[in-house]
Every structure is written in structure tokens, then in C-alpha cells.
């Protein structure tokens, strides 16, 4: 049994030292540039006895390449024949008399190339192709010299970008410039060269090999302490109207025989302020109409928000109302639409190089009209009055550094209606045309601006003052004998002898 047992050692033995000189000798000229550090090669032996053909040689390290580039390796032999076992990941050529072996990366993944002699005796080797991430590199630290902490590296056929970056539009524009990058590498390849000498892989069999189409991007950047911003938002309104009016009404009968003939004309506003006299006798009268009115509004909010860079906030004070409406006629089906007003802000600030911050900005101030609109319901002999709104707004981007205002809208808005109606030819009098016709003069004023202020602000400890931390409830006998609505607040304790940090207020603006 020994001696059977040696029998088949020595051969494998013969095999696998003839084998390593055949690697040794067929690949990678010691002195050439471009080939790399040798290995000692290592014959691949199974446990069971083998044939000849099944042990094959492996040369190593795997030669890596970035999809797109390409290499030149010069041989010691010819070599007869080459095959790709994926052709998908790389491409390989024989040029010249078959002693140079041109190599190019196709697809992010790993493949291998055998390789046979003129006595088609094969040698493996090993290729992995990936994402060219120094390049990226390069061009990443051009665009952006100041992100010294910025990193791309290739793993898994993937571009990986790690480190530090000041804030998040440069990481977006990172990831939109690496995202193009990798589309970009995937698409390029080396061209191949028309070279006899070439066996195409097998379709199914030997060693396996793996690569993919596309090449993603995996985003592992961290933004250096996110700011938060406050937003200011101020809308300052003032409307002012103007009224005068001055109308007439006669009223005038007389009779001849079994006629009676009259005489009325009312040329009065629909809210008069009236001065009139009236004969009781034949029923005569004559009123006056003289009105002068004048209003004046005024609306100041100033509503507070913040949020974090890149992320949108929103506020509302306010309510909500609910308006029917009509989805189907024939049915009378009627659905309810709800409708917010008041005072809302939407914005979404995004903090830059330098302080400044870019802002995406919504303030809105809404209410409810107080004449509505009148309509008729369909299917019934009915009328409804829906609620109307008067709204200020505006939406805008601007860019501002800390502190900075700006007024992002605004309106002027200055009206003049002027309205007469009279008798034909009695109106027309002088002096007595006044007590036949009707004058209507007004005059709407309107001014409105929108001013907004960011700051860059960062949380202070918790012991911050509410505003009703100074609200004390009355007692019954202040409030019932003394008609107070609040009470008198306790007096402040004495001050320690050390002096201590004054309590927050809430953000600390930088």
C-alpha cells in the first residue's frame, strides 16, 4: 500500500515543479516597468488524483484596473491562445508575435484570464476591475480645495465618499459630481484592438468572475455641526379710506281734478346720514345726504421660526374653516374643503461658506372677509354665502449673511372711485342741480411690506423665562371687590452673595 501511495506522488510532484517554471518563465519580464512584483507560484493540487489538465497554475498578485484604463504586460513566450472568462468586466489581446498582452477594465467586478503556451500548457491569471476613485479624487480636490477632510475610495465595485464637509450644499454637489462621475465610468471603456490570437470565453464553466453594469454611489459624508437658523418675519400693513358723499331726495305731489301727479327722486347712499323735512298737508318732502367716513387699519405680525440647514419649517396662527363643495350636481353630493388662515410662514434655510445663508422663503398673513360671496346652490331655490379671504404673500429665495434684513415684498396701492348720479337736465343745474343728483368720492390707501431677518443661533440650557412665567392669578378679592384680572406678583428673593449666570432666553444668537 506504501509503495502504491509513492507511485502517484512523484508524478504529481514532477508535474507541479515543471508547471512552476513554466509560470516563472512565461510571464512578466523581471526587468519591465510595468509588470509587478512576483510571486513564487504555487500549483493548484485537489486531494484525488488529477489528470493532467487539472492542474492548473496561478500567478499572482491580480492585476487591478479602474474601468476605462488600460495596460500593457510583455511576455518571456509566445503564447497561443487567450481566453476572458467574463468578458463583460475585461477585455485582453495578444499584439505583435504574441509576446505582448494588452489588458483593459470594462465593469466594476473581478474576472481571471488563462493563458496558454505554444505546448497549450494554461496559466491563470487574476484580474479585478474597479471604479477609478483617484481620479474623482483629483478632480474633487480642484473644484473644492477648502474640503481637506473630503474622501473617495472604491469598494465592492462602488464609489465610497467619506469625511467631513463645511455644509450641505457641498455635499450635494459632491454627490451630484461623483454621481455623473460613476455614469460616466461606466459607460467608457478602452477600445479594443483588432489582434488575431484571441479565444472567446466559454459560456458556461471554469473559474467565475463578476461585474455589473452600472456603478453607484455610496454617501457617507458628514456635515461639520449643522447650523440652526431663526427667521424674523415681519408684515407691516396700513390701509386707509377715504368716504365723502352728498345726495338728495324729493318727494313732490299736486292734483288737478281727479288727477294727482308726483314727483320723487332718491338719490341716496345706501347708509345715509340723512337731514330731511316733510309736509304732512300734501305730502311733500325734501332730505339731504351728507356723509364723510374714514378708516384706518393697521396689521403688524411678527412671527418666529427655526430650523436646521437644508430642512424646511413651517408655522401657522391661526384656524381653519371648512367651505362645501359641489362634486356632482345631478346628486347634490357636497364635500368639505378645509382652508387654513392667519399668519403662516414656510421657509427652508441652507447655510453657506462665509455665514451666509441662502433662504427659501413663504410668509403669508390671510383673514376672513367679512362680506363673503353670495351664490345660488344648485338643485334648490336656496342661497348660500361662501367666506372670502384677503391675503398678503409672498414666496421668494434670497441669500443674506447673519443678521442682515431685507424687505422681499411690498405694495402701494392707492385707489380713487368716483361715482355721480342725477336727474337728466335738473342735475345739470347750477347750485340747484346739487338736490338732484348724488356725489360719491373714496379713497383707498394701502401700504405693505414684508421684511425677513435670519440669524444663526444655538440652543442655550433649559432654565429659559416663558412669558407667563410673571402671570399670578388674583385672588377672589381682588378680582371680585377689586375687578384685577391678575394678581400682584411675589416679591423676587434676595440675591445671593455670589453672583450667578443670568437664566437663558431661549436661543443664544451668535
Do not use: C
Amino acid at each position: 500500500m506504501t509503495s502504491f501511495r509513492t507511485r502517484i506522488v512523484r508524478p504529481r510532484l514532477t508535474l507541479a515543479l515543471a508547471l512552476s517554471g513554466l509560470t516563472a518563465s512565461l510571464l512578466w519580464q523581471p526587468g519591465a516597468s510595468a509588470a509587478p512584483a512576483l510571486r513564487k507560484v504555487e500549483a493548484v493540487s485537489q486531494a484525488a488524483p488529477l489528470s493532467l489538465g487539472a492542474d492548473i497554475a496561478r500567478l499572482g498578485p491580480p492585476i487591478r484596473l479602474s474601468v476605462g484604463k488600460s495596460t500593457l504586460r510583455s511576455l518571456t513566450r509566445a503564447v497561443s491562445q487567450i481566453a476572458v472568462n467574463d468578458p463583460k468586466v475585461a477585455g485582453a489581446r495578444l499584439l505583435g508575435s504574441s509576446s505582448e498582452l494588452y489588458i483593459w477594465g470594462l465593469a466594476p467586478g473581478s474576472t481571471n484570464l488563462i493563458l496558454w503556451d505554444k505546448d497549450h500548457r494554461p496559466v491563470i491569471v487574476d484580474i479585478e476591475v474597479g471604479v477609478d476613485a483617484d481620479g474623482l479624487q483629483a478632480q474633487l480636490a480642484l473644484v473644492f480645495p477648502r474640503e481637506t477632510d473630503l474622501k473617495a475610495s472604491s469598494a465592492g465595485g462602488a464609489i465610497v465618499l467619506t469625511g467631513m464637509v463645511s455644509d450641505a450644499v457641498k455635499a450635494s454637489q459632491i454627490m451630484a459630481m461623483a454621481t455623473a462621475f460613476a455614469q460616466r465610468g461606466a459607460s467608457e471603456a478602452a477600445a479594443p484592438i483588432a489582434t488575431a490570437g484571441v479565444m472567446p470565453a466559454p459560456a458556461a464553466g471554469g473559474a467565475t468572475g463578476a461585474g455589473t453594469a452600472g456603478v453607484s454611489v455610496i454617501n457617507m459624508l458628514t456635515i461639520a455641526a449643522p447650523q440652526q437658523v431663526m427667521l424674523e418675519v415681519k408684515i407691516a400693513e396700513v390701509s386707509k379710506t377715504l368716504v365723502d358723499q352728498l345726495g338728495a331726495s324729493i318727494g313732490a305731489r299736486a292734483s288737478s281734478g281727479n288727477w294727482t301727479y308726483s314727483f320723487l327722486s332718491n338719490l341716496l347712499s345706501g347708509n345715509p346720514s340723512m337731514i330731511d323735512g316733510f309736509n304732512g298737508k300734501n305730502g311733500n318732502f325734501l332730505t339731504l345726504d351728507a356723509q364723510k367716513r374714514d378708516g384706518l387699519v393697521k396689521v403688524l405680525a411678527e412671527p418666529n421660526i427655526m430650523a436646521i440647514s437644508g430642512q424646511e419649517a413651517s408655522f401657522l396662527a391661526g384656524g381653519k374653516i371648512y367651505i362645501p363643495v359641489s362634486q356632482d350636481s345631478a346628486t347634490n353630493k357636497i364635500t368639505l374643503e378645509e382652508k387654513e388662515f392667519g399668519i403662516a410662514v414656510k421657509f427652508t434655510p441652507t447655510v453657506l461658506d462665509g455665514g451666509r445663508i441662502n433662504l427659501k422663503v413663504a410668509p403669508e398673513v390671510s383673514e376672513l372677509n367679512k362680506d363673503g360671496i353670495g351664490i345660488t346652490t344648485g338643485g334648490t331655490a336656496g342661497s348660500a354665502i361662501l367666506p372670502a379671504f384677503t391675503t398678503r404673500r409672498a414666496t421668494t429665495t434670497v441669500q443674506l449673511f447673519d443678521g442682515q434684513s431685507f424687505a422681499i415684498g411690498g405694495l402701494i396701492k392707492n385707489n380713487v372711485t368716483t361715482n355721480i348720479k342725477a336727474l337728466p337736465m335738473l342735475g345739470e343745474i347750477p347750485v340747484l342741480g346739487a338736490l338732484f343728483r348724488s356725489s360719491d368720492f373714496q379713497t383707498d390707501r394701502t401700504e405693505l411690506v414684508f421684511i425677513i431677518t435670519p440669524h444663526l443661533v444655538k440652543p442655550l440650557a433649559g432654565d429659559y423665562v416663558l412669558p407667563t412665567d410673571a402671570y399670578v392669578a388674583p385672588s377672589r378679592a381682588q378680582f371680585f371687590l377689586q375687578g384685577k384680572m391678575e394678581g400682584k406678583p411675589k416679591a423676587p428673593p434676595a440675591a445671593d452673595k455670589q453672583p450667578g449666570a443670568a437664566a437663558a432666553t431661549g436661543f443664544d444668537i451668535q
